[in-house]
């Protein structure tokens, strides 16, 4: 029989016979069984396979990728993990890996380093997808802002994104400002990720204000009428004190601060100081909450109705002239409304002259009204009992 030459059937594919091809097909069926249920498929580079560990040589540690070949893990990439990574590659650990080069001398070459990498890249992407807030500890600093460790990567932390320090004075050193946030865990949101170019920029401006805002509508939520909360006055005005319940800001009307006539709220309070109050009301709406302190003091309205009562002589220091009258102090935190009729003012109902604030009157106690914290006082009375006896 006339052989076919190399050159004839270079060409030309060969026709199997029935043999081979229930061959061929076993043997594809085969692998397509492995690849299902072992992932036996070949490794690409830049995969992340998931590995075993088989051996730990002092050069090298050989690993199961779930392919024909292992993988090797070089000492150059074992000396660049960190001491806990390393402590946990033992025979039989389980660990992530990123595939190199498919041929290492009959094996594949794959990286540890490289896989936390890939994953921290990942994360990253799915943070900033997804508006994440996340903690970050500051590793060092350069002019343009600090430097983050992310994962096993490294993030950067703009000086516009840092509202923890104040910024550096004309005289400071560059980036002296930002050595106290050295070691520091802020919270933070990725706001660009590009993995090409290693970069990876976070805020902490954002996170910030994205977290008091969710703990604000937390805690406007949680806030009942009648709940004492402590807190720290953060803003003085005219008409009171503004309190931080740690999140949210409620206002101390200048008549909650104290049962005494308060004309002055910085006269009582100061910035910063830590205090008790009781919520009053809370308008969820406009995430507004009324608070109070004298409702945590002692009334002393409670005993008035024992200690005074119509026809009493009493003494009374004026603390507020009006057009209709005067309030006079009986006790601190007890006042009594002096009206304009019952100071023996002139019939023109002028009041200069007559009396002023931290005069010292003798008064009769017209009326006593406990439940509405109401007296009515009257000089006039008082002057003409006293001209009597």
């Known amino acids: ?20 091809e229930r061959g061929e097909a076993s043997a594809e069926s085969m692998w397509e069984l492995l690849n299902e249920q072992y992932m036996y498929c070949q490794p690409r580079r830049g995969d992340i396979r998931q590995a075993t560990v088989l051996d730990v040589r002092p050069d090298e540690v050989i690993v199961s990728i779930g392919a024909k070949a292992n993988g090797v893990v070089t000492l150059r990439d074992l000396e660049q993990l960190d001491e806990e ?23 594949i070459l794959v990286s540890i380093k ?21 903690e970050g500890e500051v590793i060092g600093f350069n002019k343009g802002g600090a430097l983050v460790r992310f994962g096993h990567i490294q993030g950067f932390l703009p000086n516009s994104q840092i509202v923890s320090v104040g910024r550096r004075t004309p005289d400071s050193e560059p980036a002296s400002h930002l050595k106290e946030l050295v070691g520091q865990r802020l919270p933070l949101k990725v706001i660009e ?31 009942q009428e009648g709940d004492v909360r402590h807190g720290v006055v953060s803003s003085l005005c005219d008409f009171g004190a503004f309190v931080d319940l740690g999140g949210v800001d409620g206002l101390v009307h200048i008549s909650e601060i104290s049962w005494e006539r308060v004309q002055d709220p910085g006269q009582v309070l100061h910035m910063g100081q830590e205090v008790d109050v009781c919520v009053l009301s809370v308008d969820r709406g406009k ?36 057009h209709f009258g005067a309030f006079a102090q009986l006790e601190p ?56 006896q």
């Open 333 to 388: 935190g007890i006042e009594g409304l002096i009206h304009i009729s019952e100071l023996g003012a002139e019939p023109t109902g002028e009041l200069e002259g007559v009396v002023k604030v931290g005069d010292r009157l003798q008064l009769r106690v017209l009326q006593v009204d406990v439940a509405r914290h109401r007296i009515s006082l009257s000089a006039r009375q008082a002057a003409e009992q006293d001209k009597e």
């Open 287 to 322: 995430e507004r909450v009324s608070l109070s302190m004298k409702r945590l003091q002692p009334d002393p309205w409670s005993a008035a109705i024992q200690k005074y009562h119509e026809g009493q002589l009493v003494e009374g220091v004026i603390t507020n002239v009006l």
């Open 1 to 20: 029989m006339k052989g076919t030459s190399r050159e004839e059937t270079a060409g030309r594919e060969p026709q199997p016979g029935p043999m081979e």
């Open 114 to 134: 490289m896989a936390q990498s890939a994953r921290d890249w990942q994360r990253a992407q799915e943070y900033l997808e997804q508006g994440t807030i996340v």
């Open 193 to 223: 990720v590009d993995r090409n170019r290693r970069r990876l920029i976070l805020s902490e401006r954002q996170a910030r204000r994205e977290w008091q805002s969710a703990q604000r509508r937390q805690l406007i939520a949680a806030l």
């Open 85 to 107: 990574t390393r402590s946990l590659i033992k025979p039989g650990a389980e660990l992530a890996v990123c595939v190199l080069h498919t041929d290492y001398n009959g094996e």
